[in-house]
């Protein structure tokens, strides 16, 4: 049985969770938005940032997840951890199409469709990396960002943005809570910079 991350990779999770979900709101907002603002850069650069963030926050919440609850399998894959978590980034993606379909497919389940496009046989095997790749570009001052060595975002949203829709609707159902945020750390934080001078 696969152990269960500590309470303080919990902490940390549940944070990115909600970072996560924050740009993928603001995404959202930027998007209706946008429709009727499209010349705008400001606009054109917010929506391009909220989304980035929102994928750099939903791999960091995997990545973190599998690092805790698999490290004696990555060890045993004998790749490069980044490759194994990856790797496994893509069987979650398999494993939560499979059960949207045997979901959907039940008489016993209401208001379950499946994701229209999406087949657990065809997961795109670079799905992973190019989730890391984003991830890195929008952690760093990339300049891949800007260059078609790299994946960009535009092409990332195209091909895996329903990938990414279903992580995130994913670990929703199972980790968003109001008490999420109650850390220690940020209440500090809060304390020391609420203070008026």
């Not at 949207?100 to 008489?107: E, I, Q, V, Y």
């Not at 209401?110 to 570009?137: T, Y």
């Not at 195209?158 to 008490?179: G, Q, V």
Request: glycine share 4%; with cysteine; charged share 25%.
């Amino acid at each position: 049985m696969a152990k269960l991350p500590s309470p303080d990779v919990s902490k940390t999770m549940q944070h990115e969770l909600w970072s996560c979900k924050l740009q993928y709101q603001a995404f959202h907002f930027y998007k209706t938005y946008l429709t009727t603002h499209r010349r705008d850069p400001h606009w054109k650069a917010l929506i391009f940032t909220a989304y980035g963030n929102f994928l750099r926050h939903l791999y960091s919440f995997y990545e973190a997840g599998i690092t805790r609850m698999n490290a004696d399998l990555l060890k045993k894959q004998g790749k490069k951890e980044t490759d194994a978590i990856n790797h496994l980034l893509n069987e979650e993606v398999r494993k939560l199409i499979r059960n949207r379909k045997l979901a959907s497919d039940s008489p016993l389940v209401e208001f379950v469709e499946p994701i229209k496009g999406l087949d657990e046989n065809n997961v795109d095997e670079e799905f992973g990396k190019h989730l890391c790749q984003i991830r890195h570009s929008f952690s760093h001052a990339d300049p891949r960002r800007s260059t078609d060595n790299f994946v960009s975002l535009s092409s990332f949203y195209k091909k895996y943005h329903n990938y990414a829709h279903l992580l995130f609707e994913s670990i929703l159902f199972s980790w968003d809570s109001p008490n999420g945020l109650s850390n220690p750390e940020i209440d500090k934080f809060a304390d020391i910079v609420s203070v008026v001078k």
